[in-house]
């Protein structure tokens, strides 16, 4: 057994946000989440790269990619703690930064526990940009109805969707529903090994017209930054941005809470 989630559950249309306005009516911030760690760093990747940022990693994730780099953040490896929403949101204020990562694992995961954190995070002053990676296996609308919520949210939410293609072994499970709810502030990520990947992100987004930021980030083994550039540059990708882990450039690339 590897405990990993069934695939299908993380693809149902559930409501969410009634679960959401249920806990609200309680006491949500002692709700309990397993985490692997908090830290403060720069952010590696995408749009906004190079900000101090705190990342928030909540344990669990609903897929097994080939080339995860965080597998300590799922089975059969175990949370380093647990804590309830108010105390990472505490652990996020006393840190003071004003952007936010809730990472993972796969972060939107544990539902409506998931909207809570969220929301959380977002109403603290000084905090002025979350952004949610999440794998695209979970469908973000019920999480991005959230920005409807409260003027917090809509200016402070971001959803970084990363869709796995055929090398991650993983694409069957992605959702394509969501990807025409995301706007501009988003950011819609390929992960590209090789040419199979890169024409098939090609086609998903001939297939699904997006708003999001479209990023291609390069398996440095297999698709060196400099390929993936003549493939974007050949193929007139004018609205598609390389994305470099510029985290594995200044430490080493396993190295954690960096």
Same mark, same amino acid.
Not at 43 to 60: K, L
Not at 96 to 123: F, M, N, Y
């Given at each position: 057994? %590897?405990? +990993?989630?069934?695939? %299908?559950?993380?693809? $149902?249309?559930?409501?969410?946000?009634?679960?959401?306005?249920?806990? &609200? @009516?309680?006491?949500?911030?002692?709700? $309990?989440?397993?985490?692997?760690?908090?830290?403060?760093?720069?952010?590696?990747?995408?749009?906004?790269?190079?900000?101090?940022?705190?990342?928030? +990693?909540?344990?669990?994730?609903? *897929? +097994?990619?080939?080339?995860?780099?965080?597998?300590?953040?799922?089975?059969?490896?175990?949370?380093?703690?647990?804590?309830?929403?108010?105390? =990472?949101?505490? $652990?996020?204020?006393? *840190?003071?930064?004003?952007?936010?990562?809730? %990472?993972?694992?796969?972060?939107?995961?544990?539902?409506?526990?998931?909207?809570?954190?969220?929301?959380?995070?977002?109403?603290?002053?000084?905090? #002025?940009?979350?952004?949610?990676?999440?794998?695209?296996? =979970?469908?973000?609308?019920?999480?991005?109805?959230?920005?409807?919520? /409260?003027?917090?949210?809509?200016?402070?939410?971001?959803?970084?969707?990363?869709?796995?293609?055929?090398?991650?072994?993983?694409?069957?499970?992605?959702?394509?529903?969501?990807?025409?709810?995301? /706007?501009? #502030?988003?950011?819609? @990520?390929?992960?590209?090994?090789?040419?199979?990947?890169?024409? %098939?992100?090609?086609?998903?987004?001939? /297939?699904?017209?997006?708003?999001? #930021?479209?990023?291609? /980030?390069?398996?440095?083994?297999?698709?060196?930054?400099?390929? *993936?550039?003549?493939?974007?540059?050949?193929? &007139?990708?004018? #609205?598609?941005?390389?994305?470099?882990? =510029?985290?594995?450039?200044?430490?080493?690339?396993?190295? +954690?809470?960096?």
């Amino acid at each position: 057994m %590897t405990g +990993r989630p069934a695939a %299908t559950s993380s693809r $149902r249309t559930v409501d969410w946000l009634a679960q959401y306005e249920q806990a &609200r @009516k309680g006491d949500w911030r002692s709700l $309990r989440l397993p985490m692997v760690e908090i830290f403060e760093t720069v952010e590696g990747e995408g749009t906004r790269a190079g900000y101090p940022t705190v990342f928030v +990693r909540v344990f669990h994730c609903n *897929l +097994r990619c080939t080339w995860c780099d965080t597998p300590y953040s799922y089975a059969p490896a175990q949370p380093e703690f647990e804590a309830t929403i108010g105390e =990472i949101a505490s $652990r996020v204020n006393e *840190l003071g930064w004003h952007h936010v990562c809730l %990472t993972g694992g796969e972060p939107l995961i544990h539902r409506h526990k998931s909207q809570l954190l969220v929301d959380a995070i977002a109403r603290l002053p000084q905090v #002025q940009d979350v952004h949610v990676e999440t794998n695209g296996a =979970i469908d973000v609308r019920p999480f991005a109805a959230l920005r409807h919520q /409260s003027r917090e949210l809509t200016a402070k939410l971001r959803f970084i969707v990363d869709y796995k293609l055929p090398s991650s072994g993983e694409q069957a499970q992605m959702v394509h529903e969501h990807l025409a709810v995301l /706007s501009e #502030q988003d950011e819609l @990520k390929f992960v590209i090994a090789d040419d199979h990947d890169f024409d %098939t992100a090609i086609a998903i987004l001939k /297939s699904y017209p997006t708003k999001a #930021q479209v990023l291609f /980030s390069p398996v440095w083994e297999s698709m060196p930054p400099h390929e *993936l550039v003549e493939r974007m540059l050949k193929n &007139r990708l004018a #609205q598609v941005k390389l994305n470099l882990q =510029i985290h594995k450039v200044i430490w080493d690339p396993n190295q +954690r809470g960096v």
